[in-house]
Protein backbone atom coordinates (compact mmCIF):
# COMPACT_ATOMS: atom_id res chain seq x y z
CA UNK A 1 0.00 0.00 0.00
CA UNK A 2 1.57 4.00 -0.80
CA UNK A 3 1.31 5.55 1.97
CA UNK A 4 2.94 8.18 3.83
CA UNK A 5 2.57 7.52 7.59
CA UNK A 6 2.73 10.41 10.16
CA UNK A 7 3.21 10.03 13.56
CA UNK A 8 4.29 12.74 16.84
CA UNK A 9 1.24 15.22 16.71
CA UNK A 10 -0.52 16.31 20.02
CA UNK A 11 -0.85 19.13 22.66
CA UNK A 12 1.77 20.88 24.20
CA UNK A 13 1.92 24.40 26.00
CA UNK A 14 3.52 27.05 24.69
CA UNK A 15 7.23 26.84 24.52
CA UNK A 16 7.32 23.12 24.99
CA UNK A 17 8.52 20.73 22.26
CA UNK A 18 7.55 17.66 19.76
CA UNK A 19 8.62 15.21 17.45
CA UNK A 20 6.52 14.96 14.01
CA UNK A 21 7.74 11.59 11.91
CA UNK A 22 6.63 10.79 8.97
CA UNK A 23 7.12 7.08 7.23
CA UNK A 24 7.17 6.19 3.99
CA UNK A 25 5.60 2.56 2.82
CA UNK A 26 8.04 0.29 1.09
CA UNK A 27 6.18 0.88 -1.88
CA UNK A 28 7.96 3.70 -2.33
CA UNK A 29 11.63 3.30 -4.17
CA UNK A 30 12.81 6.80 -4.03
CA UNK A 31 11.89 9.79 -2.86
CA UNK A 32 13.60 13.57 -4.45
CA UNK A 33 12.54 16.05 -1.32
CA UNK A 34 10.21 15.21 1.73
CA UNK A 35 9.03 18.55 3.66
CA UNK A 36 6.42 19.14 6.18
CA UNK A 37 3.34 21.43 5.26
CA UNK A 38 0.62 22.79 8.00
CA UNK A 39 -2.58 24.58 7.75
CA UNK A 40 -4.75 26.23 10.37
CA UNK A 41 -8.47 26.34 10.46
CA UNK A 42 -9.42 28.74 7.55
CA UNK A 43 -5.75 29.37 6.06
CA UNK A 44 -4.44 28.06 3.29
CA UNK A 45 -1.30 25.04 3.64
CA UNK A 46 1.82 26.88 3.76
CA UNK A 47 5.41 25.06 3.85
CA UNK A 48 7.21 24.78 7.57
CA UNK A 49 10.28 23.19 5.75
CA UNK A 50 11.77 20.58 3.13
CA UNK A 51 15.00 18.43 2.50
CA UNK A 52 15.79 16.69 -0.31
CA UNK A 53 18.09 13.29 -0.53
CA UNK A 54 21.04 14.71 -0.68
CA UNK A 55 20.25 16.72 2.84
CA UNK A 56 19.16 20.58 1.55
CA UNK A 57 17.05 22.27 3.63
CA UNK A 58 14.54 24.46 3.11
CA UNK A 59 12.72 26.78 5.90
CA UNK A 60 9.51 29.04 6.25
CA UNK A 61 11.12 32.23 8.29
CA UNK A 62 8.60 32.00 10.70
CA UNK A 63 10.13 28.54 11.96
CA UNK A 64 13.98 29.45 11.45
CA UNK A 65 15.55 28.74 14.49
CA UNK A 66 12.98 26.40 16.60
CA UNK A 67 12.34 23.89 13.88
CA UNK A 68 14.50 21.25 12.45
CA UNK A 69 13.69 18.71 9.74
CA UNK A 70 16.27 15.30 9.36
CA UNK A 71 15.74 12.46 7.11
CA UNK A 72 16.92 9.05 7.15
CA UNK A 73 16.81 8.01 3.38
CA UNK A 74 17.63 4.31 4.08
CA UNK A 75 14.11 4.17 6.16
CA UNK A 76 12.32 6.85 3.83
CA UNK A 77 11.48 8.74 6.89
CA UNK A 78 11.40 12.68 7.22
CA UNK A 79 11.47 13.83 11.30
CA UNK A 80 10.35 17.77 12.42
CA UNK A 81 11.69 18.15 15.69
CA UNK A 82 9.86 21.55 17.03
CA UNK A 83 11.16 23.71 19.85
CA UNK A 84 10.12 26.46 21.96
CA UNK A 85 6.52 25.88 20.03
CA UNK A 86 3.80 28.93 19.96
CA UNK A 87 0.07 29.02 19.58
CA UNK A 88 0.55 30.33 15.94
CA UNK A 89 1.89 26.59 15.48
CA UNK A 90 -1.02 25.19 15.68
CA UNK A 91 -2.27 23.43 12.76
CA UNK A 92 -2.55 20.19 10.86
CA UNK A 93 0.63 19.15 9.97
CA UNK A 94 1.14 17.58 6.85
CA UNK A 95 3.62 15.42 4.98
CA UNK A 96 4.97 15.62 1.70
CA UNK A 97 6.89 13.51 -0.92
CA UNK A 98 7.48 15.75 -3.95
CA UNK A 99 8.54 13.40 -6.87
CA UNK A 100 9.89 9.89 -7.01
CA UNK A 101 9.61 6.73 -8.43
CA UNK A 102 7.68 3.40 -6.72
CA UNK A 103 9.07 -0.15 -6.32
CA UNK A 104 7.16 -0.97 -9.73
CA UNK A 105 9.08 1.64 -11.52
CA UNK A 106 6.46 4.21 -12.50
CA UNK A 107 6.98 7.87 -11.18
CA UNK A 108 5.08 10.26 -8.13
CA UNK A 109 4.87 13.85 -8.20
CA UNK A 110 3.14 15.51 -5.06
CA UNK A 111 2.27 12.51 -2.85
CA UNK A 112 0.41 13.87 0.70
CA UNK A 113 -0.15 12.09 4.17
CA UNK A 114 -3.04 12.42 5.98
CA UNK A 115 -2.32 14.81 8.46
CA UNK A 116 -1.27 15.02 12.24
CA UNK A 117 -2.58 17.81 14.66
CA UNK A 118 -0.32 19.94 16.35
CA UNK A 119 -2.36 22.11 19.08
CA UNK A 120 -0.09 24.38 21.04
CA UNK A 121 -2.18 26.32 24.19
CA UNK A 122 -0.75 29.37 25.67
Known amino acids: QVQLVESGGGLVQAGGSLRLSCAAS????????MGWYRQAPGKQRDLVAT???????NYADSVKGRFTISRDNARNTVYLQMNSLKPEDTAVYYC????????????????WGQGTQVTVSS
Open 26 to 33: RSFFSINA
Open 51 to 57: ITSGGST
Open 96 to 111: NADRGRYMDGSYFHDY
